[in-house]
């Protein structure tokens, strides 16, 4: 993270690859007489201002879509005051837990009960790192990209135990303890069903993942090659993201809250937002891992040659790289809208199914997955990554 | 010195002086709770430093299999048994630390001399960087064939043995006294949570 661009990549000589604004901004920098380093020192936080906004902004539409779509499915209105269909009411719920009491519960671990929810927001806000918004927009191409995401999503059952822990109060301690092991076991079969994406594309790398699935536009997306690894992974991340049907860890017939009981004000917001964050991150990646990330329905290219305009003239890329994002939220959008409907129509597991599904069920079909992605790369390698 | 060695010195002096000052937080406080947080701290300054190094893949895998496992699994235990109880005093606590800080003094110099001894080639190679996948894969379905299927063998037995601790109709009774114990999991399918010791 540490080391900006890949030494011996001249950023901006791939025109066909799409819009760089990297490159075009430091050029423009370098031209008002800056130093190379100075530019980039200027440029860098931009790329982390702005998606970190974007999240933000993410979790308050996902909010208001959480609201809505609830009251549709109970034949509610839902909210309607605070602004034009209710579109305030995120923000309105946001200012009320600013401005709340914070209170630390009196035997409470103080230290640690601050740290726990600090040590949940952080790994997923590092997450964003490496979602593509187009060819060169994202914050950084790491060659490790989607193993990045799983092992930093790995770091946040030790915020949850910790949550749990200091708050002295059974039911938190023990939502916290479920936390980690669904978790954990939820991992496993996300991180195989990862890795058949990945033996396809030869490549760890969100960017190689995304360019191995465009060429026959909606065709060559990877969920008609990887239909089942694509179930395993939504149920894996719904597990990871402790949406029903497996939000045991908060299950408030049983837990009260779960770890989250005795938080409130901001320290409260913090699991909140990253709770969301954390499943808009998810649908991104599904989006990118099985349903050809920024890619549109019909190729770019194939349009751009219809209309008679070539790839890499200025307006084309504007357009291209803008109808990439639009796709992007708009892929990732669907997948939080399914994800918000299972929430209001489904049940509870209970925790012996939830470990049942995960361990023995789960498991084994990613693995045969695995198997039967090496072989189908063996026997057809043009179809299956060569 | 451009801004890219600045950063770098400055992240090398931060995350060695965590990880110096964690591993020893990990071993000298007294709440063994607080240790294995600090523990999950030093794995992660370990990850920076792998990372410093050039090598994004050790770190992810480092920060995947050390914070994301084996230190959840740590703290997992911890509070599962976590008893608020007073240990009884061990005898004799003063010499048995004495003696344990000798042997860490000891292996700390050795440690010392060794790495000042050692003559060591600088500049090394050039790092690897996005290559390293392929090359760690390389080496482990060739030259390192054999130590990491040991080590897989070693984890299945690992596996086995716990399987055969944690069911009850393999193993229901205590080695040592011979009595019966319950070793069921608190929240089990069918079984109701409050189980009732006046029957027995």
Known sequence: ?????????????????????????????????????????????????????????????????????????????????????????????????????????????????????????????LSWLVVPFGQHLLISNVGVGIFLWISLSSIQPIGLLMSGYASNNKYSLLGGLRAAAQSISYEIPLALAVLAVVMMSNSLSTVDIVDQQTGAGIL??????????????????????????????????????????????????????????????????????????????????????????????????????????????????????????????????????????????????????????????????????? | MTIATTTQLICFAVLASTVVLGALGVVLLPNIVYSAFLLGGVFLSVAGLYLLLNASFVAAAQVLVYVGAVNVLILFAIMLV?????LSAIPGLAVRRLLSGLVCGGLFALLLRVALTTPWALPGPLPVGEEATIRIGEHLFSDYLLPFELASVLLLMAMIGAIVLARRDVFSRDIATGEEVDQALIEKARTPLLLDKSAS
């Not at chain 1, 209710?86 to 709340?100: E, H, N, S």
Request: proline content about 6%; glycine content about 10%; charged content about 15%.
């Open chain 1, 1 to 125: 993270m540490l080391s900006t661009t890949a030494p011996g990549t001249t950023p901006g000589l791939d025109a066909a690859a799409g819009l760089d604004l990297q490159a075009s901004f430091e050029t423009a920098l370098q031209g008002l007489g800056l130093s190379a380093g100075a530019a980039h020192l200027l440029w860098l936080p931009l790329p982390m201002v702005l998606v970190l906004v974007a999240a933000v902004v993410g979790v308050l539409v996902n909010v208001w879509l959480e609201r809505k779509i609830s009251a549709a499915v109970q034949q509610r209105i839902g909210p309607e005051y605070a602004g034009a269909l209710g579109v305030l009411q995120p923000i309105a719920d946001g200012m009320k837990l600013v401005f709340k009491e914070d209170i630390i519960p009196a035997r409470a671990d103080g230290l640690l009960f601050t740290l726990g929810p600090v040590l949940v927001l952080i790994p997923v806000i």
């Open chain 1, 220 to 386: 060559s997306w990877n969920i008609w090659r990887q239909p089942v690894g694509f179930v395993i992974f939504w149920i894996c991340a719904l597990a990871e993201c402790e949406r029903l049907p497996f939000d045991l860890p908060e299950a408030e017939e049983e837990l009260v809250a779960g770890y989250q009981t005795e938080y409130s004000g901001m320290k409260f917001a913090l699991f909140y937002l990253g709770s969301y964050i954390n499943l808009v991150l998810s649908a991104l990646l599904v989006s990118v891992l099985y349903l050809g990330g920024w890619g549109f329905p019909l190729p770019v290219e194939w349009l751009a040659g219809w209309l008679g305009q070539p790839v890499d003239a200025p307006v084309v890329q504007v357009i291209t790289a803008s109808v990439g994002i639009v796709m992007t939220v708009l892929k990732a959008y669907l997948l939080v809208f399914l994800a918000i409907l299972l929430r209001w129509t489904t049940p509870r597991v209970r925790i012996d199914q939830l470990l049942d599904l995960g361990w023995k069920f789960l498991l084994p079909i990613a693995l045969v997955n695995l198997l039967v992605t090496a072989g189908l790369k063996l026997a057809f390698p043009a179809f299956f990554g060569g």
């Open chain 2, 82 to 86: 976590n008893k608020r109880e007073d």
